[in-house]
Nanobody, 126 residues
Framework: QVQLVESGGGLVQAGDSLRLSCAAS????????MGWFRQAPGKEREFVAA????????YYADSVKGRFTISRDNAKNTVYLQMVSLKPEDTAVYYC???????????????????WGQGTQVTVSS
């Protein structure tokens, strides 16, 4: 059974940093694209960042570009989201997602991703 488990969320102050981790189990994810999405209270889930299977191609939402960095360690089946200069508007539940091993689509489209974690809460106070 495929599982994605996020960790690393918490309560921080504006300007602080956090690193989220997403550990995948159940199969090897080295050929999957991985992504992070977030959902704030009362808002729709939105794309944050994605990384293609080789790790060389990364994509970011404009709102986090320059502050967030996505990376992956295929040997550990883990993807990371390093977040710096956090803002109160970054407050949300952050979800890790993975595509199928063979995928085709747009990186920011949630429909591209077939596996999802349960989410980890990130709260940024002002």
């Amino acid at each position: 059974q495929v599982q994605l488990v996020e960790s690393g969320g918490g309560l921080v102050q504006a300007g602080d940093s956090l690193r989220l981790s997403c550990a995948a189990s159940g199969r090897t994810f080295s050929t999957n694209a991985m992504g992070w999405f977030r959902q704030a209270p009362g808002k729709e889930r939105e794309f944050v960042a994605a990384i293609w299977w080789g790790g060389r191609s990364t994509y970011y939402a404009d709102s986090v570009k320059g502050r967030f960095t996505i990376s992956r360690d295929n040997a550990k089946n883990t993807v990371y989201l390093q977040m710096v200069s956090l803002k109160p508007e970054d407050t949300a539940v952050y979800y890790c997602a993975a595509t199928a091993p063979v995928y085709s689509g747009t990186y920011y489209d949630a429909r591209l991703y077939v596996y999802w974690g349960q989410g980890t809460q990130v709260t940024v106070s002002s």
